[in-house]
């Protein structure tokens, strides 16, 4: 079987051309620009991963929320999940600057931008 991959063209910080590419079949691997970021924590893995999954279409917050955490809950998974995000958008554009380019919000969605699927 070969390895899902998503491809996305990073703008900003970065520099026009830069390339995030994420392999998710096996064990996640995610790289910028051929250098691996190891991200931290298995929910902030889970949460790329569904967002990847879903590249391009927005992802409501319920829905993650219940992919996240779907048996006990404290009331508080909605602020954790927006922790979780500027995590994941500290990690994977570290240099962005202003308005992210790879993990954008939508409304009360996120949405993983991605141009190759």
Known sequence: MSHRTVDIAAVGREGPGAVLHLSLLGS?????????????????RALLILLALHAGTPVSRERIVDALWPERRTGREESTLQVHISHLRDEIEPNRG?????????????????DAI
């Open 28 to 44: 996640l691997s995610i790289s910028r620009n051929g250098e691996e970021i190891d991200l931290t924590g298995p929910k902030r």
């Open 98 to 114: 202003g308005d992210p380019s790879v993990i954008l919000t939508r409304g009360s969605a996120y949405m993983l931008a991605a």
